[in-house]
Nanobody, 123 residues
Framework: QVQLVESGGGLVQPGGSVRLSCAAAGRSFRFNIRGWYRQSPGKQRDLVAIVSGSSTTNYADSVKGRFTLSRDDARNTVYLQMDNLKPDDTAVYYC?????????????????WGQGTQVTVSS
């Protein structure tokens, strides 16, 4: 499988900003879908933002206009820029990549999750 490493997050005041990053360890990938999800205590994990291989990006209605997903394909990394944060954005944020990786002999499918990073919006 493919390891995803998340960074960013922390405590931020309402109206503030934070940027999350998620990097895939390795070199040769064909990404189909890369996205960000979040989960609050006692709730299901919900989609926040997702980008397909064709670069089409979609956002949950609750974050449209405030969050931006971007990519650095040279670094196999995606970012989630979160602006104008609200207390309801408090959650553990997870990245998820789906696609194929080269193992030296062929392409293998993978579906990997990051370890999760806490974002707390509070004054």
């Amino acid at each position: 499988q493919v390891q995803l490493v998340e960074s960013g997050g922390g405590l931020v005041q309402p109206g503030g900003s934070v940027r999350l990053s998620c990097a895939a360890a390795g070199r040769s990938f064909r990404f189909n879908i890369r996205g960000w999800y979040r989960q609050s205590p006692g709730k299901q994990r919900d989609l926040v933002a997702i980008v397909s291989g064709s670069s089409t990006t979609n956002y949950a209605d609750s974050v449209k206009g405030r969050f931006t997903l971007s990519r650095d394909d040279a670094r196999n990394t995606v970012y989630l820029q979160m602006d104008n944060l609200k207390p309801d954005d408090t959650a553990v944020y997870y990245c998820n990549f789906k696609g194929k990786f080269w193992n030296g002999r062929g392409w293998n499918e993978f579906d990997s999750w990051g370890q999760g990073t806490q974002v707390t919006v509070s004054s």
